[in-house]
């Protein structure tokens, strides 16, 4: 493996951790503030995947909007899907036991498979990046790198930074961090918690959507890439610790690493890789990384 | 002497045993592996009816059992059932002790989590290295035979030899896990269900007891998955995905957690539910999309009946005593 | 003297920077009653876990009827003879008083190879369960599911509990928390009954009961210990009536 090589699989280690950030990251939000697993969350990064795909043309044919006028639809359509959703289902699982809600999400991802073969079929897709990022950017003399690749580690930094700051500066943060440590306090403070959850669900659905909107073009758009993304958000959340944001970050860059390198350097054991960095990882801390907040 | 549930019991495996005379080829063939899924639902009971260890990689259990009875015999010759059956049960309880030493170190949701990944391991060894054969899945050429002192004694190629084989396994799991659970070490499991720190504050050391759980609970669905490799003559990596983890812990819900026949009426229900929504003379091209149905019907079981299918008959008491006594239903 | 069952030597815990229990030691003596009072704060509870074996201390030893436990796991000093009870009801709601009490009988002789034998005809924990029930009070509730009983007799099931594993020493987290004066007084009675043949540490916030009952009281304040006396010469320390009592006399 020679330097220009090692450096190519180190930017797609980053790049790929950060997206699994992302997705991760509303799910062990979600999972330490409202305290639900949420089987379904991989459905969410398909279901971006997906409205890239089919929205594009409905986009530009409408009021000619290219890719980012894609990516701001879809985000809205997001927020308000996962807003309704929390309100119709997802607030009836906040009471119920651990087990509940694995079958129930399960049961949501089943459906929400089915709805996405019904609409838009189950044929796999590419999905074509906009054209001002589709070239290659060189580094050093002797090789390029994919100015879209380099545009994703983007977007997935420019969100965490932004999630760091609304948490640690902002009202809203600080009542999203109250609240996942202690709902009752928060609430006999009168602040409205039904709405915060909300809130919460909406962003983490959005965030995963964006996240399968923005990762369409190099990963194109297939039936099975929810379930995929789901397991491997759960082994970050478990190794990172639930609830907690940077043991997201921290562990999904490593499984980001272990995984691009692993399918270089022993391709045949590389999905098996991952589970056995978790098993040791787990040996070592049971509870995960970090802690919560 | 004979309590509703004994009766209950002992009518189900009597009828089972009486469908054959009534049966075709099909509903043998489809009863056949619907007690192999209840033998792999009771696997799942122990542990998470009676233990209280949501384990939701279940199917790397089966799976292994099952692969081992296919990867163990010979290419063309049957094996025979003697050394064949005890081997399957024993890689798929080699795997549990190693996945519940590990995961046992964990607890709540991160023990739910872990033990799906370890099964995610178990599956990406099988659908990546040669050790599993490929993607495509692998063929068991000849059926194992029960061979004594080198007479052939039951030829399992037989659709009914094997529907009675496979009652007769379902029958003595059933019996086994009865007189486990009245014993004293089914008794300290549903203590450590109950109030897993009361259990350790009186003086039991717990985690010697939950491995104990897992591993039995591993030999029992390494059996069941002996049973369906068995059956087909066929397996693949997909007896060790999630989805099958998940759909088994829907049967015990659906049938009713804590109770044993719980896991045999969620067998019945969820497969025949299964077939339900697959069928085309119901829902024609529509049955496609038989999951969209299963989903929904998983929402809903899980909503409406807490308890179960084997508690549907105390609610409906409850309903009427409510009614009777003028109260609000 | 009598013999000294349980004893604490310096035992602290720290988490992060705070200090829980600071350099706290103490001794239990068969056939007597040592209670164990302080605010909320005060590293009451942590105490009694680290004496338990639930959390292991930053420093200092226990020792139990002689023995360094220090290293050992919850159940194996309960299996040496230690018991305890919880602030809350620690119990299995679903089971009956009888098969409550019989399975932690069962701990002594946990047999789990012999599957195929019935727990309920194991006649030594069923007999130590009656037993433990009785002196509880609760013999003619045997059959009643756990989760039916009033409060105190949750309470007294606790206790029960303890006792099915024959203990020597006590561990008692607040057992009268939660109820009426009739009920307090019948627990008060059982634990006076219980004082011969065990050693039991009592902790509570009920402080007539506390006076009532105990030889001796160790004070508490910010996980240290303030006071470790007799009753009458801890009601007559100033330092306790200045942080604790409020100036009872």
Redesign the interface.
């Known amino acids: 493996m020679d330097l220009a090589f090692f450096l190519i699989q180190t930017l797609n280690s980053l790049q790929y951790g950060l997206l699994l950030f992302l997705v991760a990251s509303g799910l062990t939000l979600i999972f330490g503030i409202m305290g639900v697993i949420n089987l379904a969350h991989g459905s969410f990064y398909m279901i971006g995947a997906y409205m890239a795909f089919a929205l594009a043309p409905i986009v530009s044919g409408t009021f000619g909007g290219g890719f980012f006028a894609t990516l701001v639809v879809g985000i809205a359509l997001a927020v308000a899907f996962g807003y309704l959703l929390e309100w119709a289902f997802f607030s009836f699982l906040y009471e119920r036991e651990h087990l509940q809600q694995v079958l129930m999400t399960y049961g949501l991802i089943l459906v929400f498979e089915e709805l996405r073969s019904l609409l838009v079929g189950d044929d796999v897709h590419g999905v074509k990046a906009p054209d001002w990022l589709d070239g290659k950017i060189p580094l050093g003399d002797v090789m390029t790198y994919p100015v879209y690749r380099i545009f994703i580690s983007a977007v997935c930094l420019a969100l965490a930074a932004g999630m760091y700051f609304v948490f640690t500066r902002t009202r809203l943060g600080m009542m999203i961090r109250a609240g996942s440590t202690n709902r009752e306090m928060v609430q006999s403070l009168g602040i409205d918690i039904k709405f915060l959850y909300r809130v919460v669900f909406a962003a983490g659905v959005a965030i995963a959507v964006l996240a399968g909107m923005v990762a369409a073009p190099i990963s194109s758009v297939y039936p099975g890439m929810g379930n995929q993304v789901l397991i491997v958000c759960f082994v970050i959340v478990v190794i990172g610790g639930i609830g907690s944001i940077r043991g997201a970050l921290v562990a999904a860059l490593l499984i980001g690493f272990v995984d691009t390198f692993g399918k270089v350097v022993f391709p045949h054991a590389a999905g098996v890789l991952v589970y056995v960095l978790m098993a040791m990882i787990l040996l070592w801390k049971p509870d995960g990384l970090f802690k919560a907040g | 002497m004979w309590s509703g549930r004994t009766l209950f019991v002992a009518g189900a495996f009597a009828l089972l045993a009486g469908y054959p005379l009534v049966a075709g080829e099909y509903g043998i063939d489809l009863v056949t592996k619907i007690m192999v899924y209840a033998v792999f639902a009771l696997s799942l009971e122990l542990l998470?009816g009676t233990t209280g260890l949501?384990c939701?990689g279940q199917a790397a259990l089966f799976g292994i059992g099952a692969y081992a009875a296919v990867r163990l015999s010979p290419a063309y010759e049957a094996a025979n059932l003697l050394w064949l059956l005890p081997a399957s049960i024993v890689a798929a309880t080699l795997y549990a002790l190693f996945m519940g030493a590990?995961s046992l170190?964990?607890?709540?949701?991160?023990f739910?989590?872990?033990t799906?990944?370890?099964a995610?391991?178990a599956y990406?060894?099988v659908?990546?290295?040669?050790l599993g054969g490929g993607t495509d899945g692998i063929y068991l050429n000849v059926k194992p035979a029960l061979v004594l002192a080198g007479k052939p004694l039951i030829d399992l190629d037989r659709p009914l030899v094997y529907y009675a084989f496979t009652w007769i396994c379902l029958a003595l799991v059933f019996a086994f896990l009865a007189?486990?659970l009245?014993?004293?070490?089914?008794?300290?499991l549903?203590?450590i269900k109950?109030?897993e720190?009361?259990?350790?504050?009186?003086?039991?050391?717990?985690y010697p007891?939950k491995l104990?759980a897992f591993a039995i609970s591993g030999a029992i669905a390494g059996l069941a998955g002996f049973l369906f490799a068995v059956k087909d003559g066929f397996v693949n990596p997909e007896l060790l995905s999630?989805h099958l983890s998940?759909a088994v812990?829907?049967m015990i819900?659906l049938g009713g957690l804590g109770h044993l026949r719980g896991a045999l009426i969620g067998a019945f229900a969820f497969t025949l539910l299964q077939e339900f929504f697959k069928s085309e003379a119901v829902f024609g091209a529509f049955s496609k999309?038989w999951?969209?149905g299963?989903?929904?019907?998983?929402?809903a079981s899980?909503?409406l009946l807490p308890r179960g299918l084997v508690g549907v008959p105390a609610q409906w008491r409850a309903r009427l005593v409510g009614r009777r006594s003028g109260g609000r239903s | 003297m009598s013999e000294i069952l349980l004893r604490g030597r310096e035992i602290t815990r720290r988490w992060g920077g705070l200090v829980a229990v600071d350099a706290v030691s103490l001794e239990l003596e068969r056939g007597g009653v040592h209670a164990v009072i302080g605010t909320n704060g005060a590293g009451k509870s942590t105490l009694i876990n680290i004496l338990s074996g639930e959390i292991a201390p930053s420093a200092g030893q226990v020792e139990l009827l002689g023995t360094d436990v220090t290293a050992w796991s919850q159940p194996r000093r309960a299996r040496a003879g230690l018991g305890r009870s919880y602030q809350r009801t620690t119990i299995y709601p679903g089971f009956s008083v009888f098969e409550n009490c019989r399975l932690a009988a069962q701990a002594r002789h946990p047999r789990p190879w012999a599957w195929w034998q019935s727990a309920a005809r194991c006649e030594v924990s069923s007999a130590a369960a009656r037993d433990a029930a009785g002196r509880a009070g609760l013999g003619d509730v045997l059959d009643r599911s756990a989760g039916l009983l009033s409060h105190g007799q949750k309470r007294q099931l606790e206790i029960a509990m303890c006792l099915a594993t024959r203990p020597q020493v006590l561990l008692l987290d607040e057992p009268l928390a939660g109820m009426g004066a009739e009920e307090t007084e019948r627990m008060l009675a059982l634990l006076a009954d219980l004082k011969r043949g065990h050693a039991i540490l009592l902790v509570e916030h009920d402080m007539d009961a506390v006076f009532a009952i105990a030889e001796r009281i160790t004070v508490m304040v910010n996980g240290a210990v303030l006071a470790s006396d007799t009753p009458a010469a801890v009601r007559g320390n100033e330092l306790v009536q200045a942080a604790y009592l409020g100036g009872h006399a």
Do not use: C, E
């Not at chain 2, 659908?127 to 040669?130: N, S, V």
């Not at chain 2, 720190?197 to 717990?206: C, E, N, P």
């Open positions: 998470v949501v939701f590990l170190r964990t607890k709540g949701v991160y739910i989590m872990v799906l990944a370890f995610q391991m990406y060894v659908h990546d290295t040669p007189v486990l009245r014993s004293r070490f089914g008794r300290a549903a203590g109950a109030n720190q009361r259990m350790r504050a009186t003086g039991f050391s717990t007891y104990a999630w998940g812990l829907i819900i999309h999951l969209l299963l989903g929904l019907t998983i929402i899980v909503a």
